[in-house]
């Protein structure tokens, strides 16, 4: 969009706030009942579909969620007998900031992927970081020790089959050491992930 446009449309959403607010609320409606249109049929479609593609779905399906609590926040309350209406600004930040990293995440291990390989890889090394959370938990109780037990040999496994995926991957040896060290991290950030 060049300047001359994106400041007339500047002028008319300052001015006419409410139009703006009702264009944008029902843009958003629609994409929200499209979302949900969509993994209702990817459901019923797909009932037998890989576990990189179930994650993938509720990934959607988390962040139509999270779409709609902005929506519903961005709404505002109405407070007492005044035509005033409060919005919770930090509210929705914290909700935007969220579907942002959602969506990062996503375009990482799904669309800016190569192969299936590539994705497998950095699927695995998610949801290793995503294990490590309850893995790494300190002072835990005697009921949730099976729990942390089992998630620390599902990381195992998933270390296994990233070692074997590694193995098949036509890459640098600078590479292959630093999807190791990955691998091989017990924390659960996720600033080490390879792209």
Known sequence: MN?????????????????????????ISSLIEKSVEMILLWRKENPNAEEADCISQCNLQMATCTAQSILSLAKGIHWGYHSTFLIDVHSCASLVRALYERAFIF?????????????????????????????????????????????????????????????????????????????????????????
Not at 3 to 27: C, G, W, Y
Not at 108 to 116: A, E, G, M, R
Not at 136 to 144: A, Q, R
């Open 107 to 195: 375009r990482n291990i799904y669309v800016s992927t190569d192969n299936v390989l590539e994705r497998d890889l950095l699927l695995y090394i998610w949801e290793i970081r995503g294990l490590n959370n309850r893995v790494n938990l300190k002072n835990v109780t005697e009921s949730f020790r099976h729990i942390q037990l089992y998630d620390k040999n599902s990381v195992e496994e998933l270390r296994r089959n990233l070692s074997d995926i590694v193995g098949c991957l036509d890459t640098t040896k600078s590479a292959r050491e630093q999807i190791s060290h990955a691998i091989k991290k017990n924390t659960s950030q996720l600033k080490a992930m390879i792209r």
């Open 3 to 27: 300047t001359e446009k994106e400041n007339i449309l500047l002028q008319f959403m300052d001015s006419h706030p409410r139009h703006t607010k009702n264009i944008v609320t029902d843009a």
